[in-house]
């Protein structure tokens, strides 16, 4: 059977930027075909979810200083392809078969949590830049710049391949962290030395984001984890 040609354009030379808005994956022509359509939202969402570790780039010691792109350019990249992969699917909302119309649906939901979590990240990265090269806020900073690098890079695995360990893995790492971020909040707090007006609005602000981003991470998860029992 021949390969319709926009299938193969997107199979084949079809790349975005770092920071480019445009779609990777999506395809008007591909609607006629749910099942086939849907597999492309699919893919394009994977896509946006491994750009996320890359936001932090611009505040991580090892990568910081390689001119990567900025946070703010992937997530406004991000948001405008999200919202194509929004449209695409309201187009699949009343076609194919119900089990397409389910897969559809689940996907638009996976879509709104990774808006939240772009929108989370990029907002961390942002306060993270704020913290200053030195002091202990500076050094708690950078350390929860490298452990959500290290969570969100388990997460694309576990978006890669689905199976027991990745996700599992996943899981384990998105545990409920409010006991411990209060804990070396107050700690900080009741330090030795008086924090700074700035250094008091960059703990609270990046804790709070950290453990919202913990949460999203874990809703997703527990997404993934469903849609492995249900295979």
Do not use: C
């Amino acid at each position: 059977m021949a390969v319709p040609r926009w299938l193969q354009a997107i199979l084949g030379s079809k790349t975005a930027s770092a920071a480019d808005g445009a779609p990777r994956f999506l395809n008007e022509a591909a609607l006629g075909d749910p099942a086939t359509a849907i597999d492309l939202a699919e893919r394009e969402l994977a896509w946006l979810a491994e750009r996320l570790p890359s936001y932090l780039d611009e505040v991580r010691e090892e990568t910081r200083a390689a001119g990567t792109t900025r946070a703010a350019a992937l997530h406004r990249g991000s948001v405008q392809v999200l919202q194509q992969v929004d449209r695409h699917l309201a187009a699949l909302a009343d076609r194919g078969s119900p089990a397409d119309r389910a897969r559809a649906a689940d996907l638009s939901g996976r879509s709104q949590l990774l808006r939240s979590l772009s929108d989370a990240v990029r907002e961390l990265t942002d306060v993270i830049g704020r913290a200053g090269p030195s002091g202990e806020v500076a050094a708690l900073s950078a350390s929860m710049a490298e452990a959500l690098h290290v969570i969100l890079l388990t997460a694309v695995d576990a978006i890669r391949e689905p199976d027991t360990i990745n996700v599992g893995l996943l899981g384990q790492l998105t545990g409920d962290r409010s006991d411990v971020m209060e804990r070396i909040r107050q700690g900080l707090v009741r330090g030795e030395r008086t924090l700074t007006v700035d250094e008091h609005h960059v703990l609270f602000t990046s804790t709070a984001l950290f453990e919202r981003i913990i949460r999203l991470l874990r809703r997703f998860q527990e997404g993934l984890a469903r849609d492995r029992r249900a295979t």
